[in-house]
């Protein structure tokens, strides 16, 4: 058994689904989108694609919205899968790199040598407060 909760507007939407649709099937569908980057004749070409899988199909045996209960999954394991699933279908933004650097060592260096002066000049200026 799964546990769902969806914010009001999910759940308002659920409601309207599950009254429209009662006894009917519904399925959950994993929808993957992603950005391809080719190299064609030279030119750096991005590909978008998009994979669309079912990872649960039931019936609905009910009306309900924002707070509901997947039953029948066949194993524990399943359950968690599909819990899994479920929360990773949540960031609804696709996400897209738009640039990667590599960067060297010496510039980490640089960032720590900054890091301890900048502790060590708040420390001073936190003693000579406190002495006045």
Partial sequence: MVNITLDSIGGRAMLD???KY??????????????????????TIKKRTTTKDIINAATIQG???????????DSGRAARNLSLLLRAG?????????????????????NIAKGVLSVIVGFMLVLIFMVM
Avoid: C, W, Y
């Fill in 17 to 19: 689904t599950t009254k």
């Fill in 22 to 43: 009662l006894h009917h099937r519904m399925a959950v569908v994993f929808i993957e989108n992603k950005v391809e980057t080719i190299t064609k004749n030279g030119k």
């Fill in 63 to 73: 009306t309900f919205s924002s707070r509901f209960q997947i039953t029948g999954i």
């Fill in 90 to 110: 949540s960031l609804s933004a696709p996400i897209e790199i738009i640039e990667e650097r590599t960067i060297g060592p010496s510039l980490g260096a640089d």
